[in-house]
Every structure is written in structure tokens, then in C-alpha cells.
């Protein structure tokens, strides 16, 4: 197993592997990550994890970015590339489902997505 040095990294992407987003191209929006990253000489600043299931799976291929605390859906390649691009500038784009606002996650309405079920029931 390798144990990463994570020091000096501004984001850090998680990439659903999980079985639904699998069948919807995670694969490709894993690699069009990573090869972004590559690209743009951004190795020592981005890291990236594959997952499993992140719970959204009717908005597949979830890609999660931290420290901005933007989920998004990257339905295609290019999506995923102007998410790496994303993680630089720290700005959140229209393919983000939620984005963080004062500590909260908030439903952006202006992206595709299902509210899904409320966890407070």
C-alpha cells in the first residue's frame, strides 16, 4: 500500500468508483482527472481518491472537492477538467450540485439534481 505525503496540497478530489457511477463513466472522469492534473503540473497540489458510493447515485459521477466543500456532477470529461481547473481558483462552477456557504452545504438550483431524501426523518 502507499502512504501518500499530503503535505502542501491545496485540494483534495474524491472520485465515486461506486457501482452506479461506474456504469455512467467514472472510469473516464477518474482519468480525465488525474490526467488534468498532470497537464496542468498540479501534482503537488491536488490529490486524488477513488471512493465508493457517496450516496448520489442518481446524479452519477459524483466528484467531491475539499476544501471547498463543492459536490459536482461530472456527466462528461470536460466537466471533470474544469473541476481540477475549479480546485485552483477556489471557485465553484455551474456543475456543482451542492457548494459550502457559511459552514452549510446548499442545494445549487441551477444544476440538474434530485433533492433526495431528507436526513432529519
Not at 488525474?34 to 465508493?52: G, N, S, V
Amino acid at each position: 500500500m502507499t502512504t501518500w505525503n499530503l503535505a502542501g496540497m491545496k485540494s483534495h478530489v474524491f472520485i465515486c468508483n461506486g457501482s452506479s457511477c461506474m456504469r455512467k463513466g467514472a472510469e473516464d472522469i477518474t482519468l480525465a482527472i488525474r490526467d488534468e492534473i498532470a497537464l496542468l503540473d498540479l501534482d503537488e497540489q491536488i490529490h486524488t481518491t477513488r471512493t465508493r458510493c457517496n450516496g448520489r447515485c442518481k446524479d452519477a459521477c459524483i466528484v467531491i472537492a475539499y476544501p471547498q466543500g463543492s459536490w459536482y456532477k461530472a456527466s462528461n470529461t470536460e466537466i471533470a477538467r474544469e473541476i481540477v481547473r475549479n480546485c485552483i481558483t477556489q471557485e465553484n462552477n455551474q456543475h456543482a450540485i451542492y457548494n459550502m456557504k457559511d459552514g452549510k452545504m446548499i442545494l445549487n438550483s441551477k444544476v440538474a439534481s434530485i433533492t433526495g431524501i431528507d436526513k432529519k426523518k
